[in-house]
């Protein structure tokens, strides 16, 4: 079956820089992803999706980019703040919405 | 806030118990899904209903079950408790079209936090 990863469990930015989160997958036929934010004490919040027909897609903020070839997902947060403190999944979409979700990775930003 | 209700928010039982977990979907929201998020094993989906109907199911263990009630809340129920079971177990709603390719965005209510002794 489908398996996500992720690289790094905790990323650690100082406010101000850019953070990448990254993301891989097992699953070539995986065609839909998508990047939940979870707060402490809070259920997760959707971020951004992207499909496979797609290598890149922009949020406010916030990037996605697909690699398909290497089979990588990254999301990118622009100008990160403390209100991004978070852990991130990555997520696939299988069949209607059963999500298959990555570990988490944590991020840390430093004022 | 998500708009998705779940109560109650903590839960403590014993093993061998039974307890039941609710969640208000967003309104006019026609899925509800429940996911277990644990330390040892991450989010994972148990069960999906859509208006009323079961319609995809994961690692959802016999113990457990759920439903759909007609006014579109629905109820987990956990029993024969065991220590493992302690997690945080949350339920997500989304508008999920009839046919055709749901999207990913889930909105998740704040959980359930069940601990078993």
């Known amino acids: 079956g489908e398996s996500v990863g992720l690289h790094l469990p905790t990323l650690s930015v100082q406010e101000g820089d850019n953070s990448i989160i990254n993301c891989a997958y097992s699953?070539?036929?995986?065609?839909?992803f998508i990047w939940y934010k979870q707060e402490s004490g809070k259920g997760p919040q959707f971020i951004i999706d992207?499909?496979?027909?797609?290598d890149k897609r922009q949020g406010q903020r916030v990037t996605v980019l697909l690699n398909k070839t290497v089979k990588h997902l990254s999301l990118q947060i622009a100008a990160t703040q403390p209100g991004d403190s978070a852990v991130y999944f990555c997520?696939?979409?299988?069949?209607?919405?059963?999500?298959?979700f990555g570990g988490g990775t944590r991020l840390m930003v430093k004022p | 806030d998500s708009g998705v209700t779940q109560t109650p928010k903590h839960l403590i039982t014993a093993t061998g118990q039974r307890v039941t977990l609710r969640c208000s979907p967003r309104?006019?929201?026609?899925?509800v899904y429940w996911y277990q998020q644990s330390l040892d094993q991450g989010l994972q989906f148990l069960i999906q209903?859509?208006?009323?109907?079961?319609?995809a199911k994961g690692n959802i263990l016999e113990r457990f079950s759920a439903q759909q009630f007609p006014d579109l809340h629905s109820e987990l129920n956990l029993s024969s408790l065991e220590l493992g079971d302690s997690a945080l177990y949350f339920c997500?709603?989304?508008?999920?079209?009839?046919?055709?390719?749901?999207?990913?965005?889930?909105?998740f209510g704040e959980g359930s936090r069940l601990t078993v002794l």
């Open positions: 992207i499909r496979s027909n797609m």
């Open positions: 997520a696939l979409n299988n069949a209607g919405n059963m999500l298959t």
């Open positions: 309104s006019g929201d026609l899925s």
């Open positions: 209903y859509y208006n009323g109907e079961e319609r």
């Open positions: 997500a709603s989304s508008v999920a079209r009839r046919g055709g390719r749901d999207t990913g965005e889930l909105f």
């Open positions: 699953n070539s036929a995986s065609d839909y």
